[in-house]
């Protein structure tokens, strides 16, 4: 454990740090969060025009929902074909801004460079309308792609000093827009071409080629390997008092979403669902309760002979409810504390593995729907997969599994710190002796 200590300590935090504070990382992280209500409400949607009934269903409500969805099926998928359909205009512009935002450029401007020279490339116009293949979930890696580079492009000119020189009278708006002349001609004289390129010779666009570089690694992070992997990484940060989660789903926003997007064009085709990690997987199988699937251990918690413990679990079990947990993790502690270093690591590895299974085997449903992650567990499990109950039954399954795993280490640690409480109690009683004599 002291070789662990070190390691975390000396090696793992430092790195850890730097890239929790990395300029792209954290624009790119932020950028998925900034188009994250467009994703929500368009999956909602898309849920609603695909009823979880069958279509010779007798319940009323699956009768009438199910006539609903035929009769304005594409009034319904219009606002999911204008937020999730083209999800990567938005994830472009707003990477683009919050990276712009951390170099102190103008911040709109070279959102709106970014979503122009990805819709050059993206969606080119052909017979007065505009190609949407691209700017839906397989656009994603080269919207990031686009946005850095137009934001790398306008800070390097800035930087030297490469513009149109306007006197201090101009308004500021218009000496941005001004600023913005440059940046646009290069985009177009380089982005552009290099497209065109592609497209002749290989008869796809760069968002095509793009997507087939990735494809190896696409397909590799659909994998139970992976999906241990980011687990581990993200739990052991967080034991080290990093906020692991945020690294590593800045890393993997854009396969989740990649494969959220797959998954979404499956289901409006009538196909058999392919993908399995999806961000609610994370949230509502792996991470039940917050990073490390704490809810199990809030349950023991308010159950203990520890007056600390139960005081940690009285305060911890509503915001565990909705996958908040930072009161367990640092109220316990969690960090740094060996005791709980298994478990912490372990649990939500046992939640990966089980659920990776069961959905493989459609024991239950795979994920079609963003949920905003602060929903209760066993609703946006259900609600993820368009409203299967069997998501549900597994979410209570795990938080028993994960009750077994805890509870050895939770006894071992309760006994630890009943016996440092114990002599502040008797000590207290002494006191309260000697009281009453000197009263009496």
């Given at each position: 454990m002291k070789a662990l200590f070190d390691f975390l300590e000396n090696t793992l935090t430092p790195i850890a740090g730097r890239l929790a504070t990395q300029k792209h990382v954290c624009a790119i992280r932020d950028g998925f969060i900034g188009a994250m209500p467009f994703m929500i409400v368009g999956s909602f949607l898309l849920v609603f025009a695909f009823p979880p009934f069958a279509e010779d269903t007798t319940f009323a409500l699956g009768q009438w929902w199910i006539s609903m969805s035929s009769t304005y099926f594409d009034e319904i998928m219009t606002p999911f074909n204008m937020s999730m359909g083209i999800m990567s205009c938005y994830i472009s512009a707003c990477i683009a801004y919050n990276l712009a935002n951390s170099y102190k450029l103008d911040a709109l401007p070279t959102a709106m460079l970014s979503l122009m020279s990805f819709l050059l490339i993206a969606a080119p116009m052909k017979d007065g309308a505009l190609s949407a293949t691209y700017l839906g979930g397989t656009g994603i890696f080269t919207a990031i792609i686009v946005a850095i580079f137009v934001t790398e492009l306008t800070r390097f000119l800035k930087v030297r000093n490469i513009g149109f020189k306007m006197p201090e009278q101009v308004p500021d708006k218009i000496r941005q827009s001004f600023n913005l002349l440059i940046p646009t001609m290069i985009v177009i004289v380089t982005i552009y071409p290099l497209n065109l390129l592609i497209q002749n010779n290989f008869d796809m666009l760069m968002p095509g080629a793009i997507m087939a570089l990735f494809q190896p690694l696409v397909s590799a992070s659909d994998t139970l390997p992976a999906i241990l992997l980011a687990v581990l990484v993200a739990h052991t940060l967080w034991f080290a008092g990093i906020h692991g989660s945020a690294i590593v789903s800045g890393i993997m926003a854009p396969f989740w979403l990649y494969n959220l997007g797959?998954?979404?064009?499956?289901?409006?085709?009538?196909?058999?669902?392919?993908?399995?990690?999806?961000?609610?997987?994370?949230?509502?199988?792996?991470?039940?309760?917050?990073?490390?699937?704490?809810?199990?251990?809030?349950?023991?918690?308010?159950?203990?002979?520890?007056?600390?413990?139960?005081?940690?679990?009285?305060?911890?079990?509503?915001?565990?409810?909705?996958?908040?947990?930072?009161?367990?993790?640092?109220?316990?502690?969690?960090?740094?504390?060996?005791?709980?270093?298994?478990?912490?690591?372990?649990?939500?590895?046992?939640?990966?593995?089980?659920?990776?299974?069961?959905?493989?085997?459609?024991?239950?449903?795979?994920?079609?729907?963003?949920?905003?992650?602060?929903?209760?567990?066993?609703?946006?499990?259900?609600?993820?997969?368009?409203?299967?109950?069997?998501?549900?039954?597994?979410?209570?399954?795990?938080?028993?599994?994960?009750?077994?795993?805890?509870?050895p280490f939770f006894k071992i640690y309760e006994k630890q710190l009943l016996a440092e409480e114990q002599p502040q109690d008797t000590d207290s009683t002494q006191d309260n002796k000697s009281s009453e004599q000197s009263f009496a």
């Open positions: 797959v998954n979404q064009e499956a289901l409006a085709a009538g196909m058999e669902l392919p993908q399995v990690f999806i961000e609610p997987f994370w949230s509502f199988f792996i991470v039940l309760g917050g990073s490390g699937a704490t809810f199990s251990l809030v349950l023991l918690y308010l159950r203990s002979k520890s007056a600390h413990l139960k005081t940690i679990g009285r305060l911890g079990v509503v915001p565990a409810m909705f996958n908040i947990n930072e009161p367990v993790i640092f109220g316990s502690p969690i960090v740094m504390n060996p005791i709980m270093f298994i478990p912490f690591v372990g649990a939500p590895m046992i939640n990966a593995i089980i659920a990776y299974f069961a959905t493989s085997m459609d024991w239950i449903g795979k994920m079609v729907s963003l949920v905003p992650w602060t929903a209760p567990a066993p609703i946006g499990a259900a609600w993820g997969a368009g409203w299967q109950l069997n998501n549900a039954v597994l979410v209570f399954i795990l938080i028993g599994v994960n009750l077994v795993v805890y509870y």
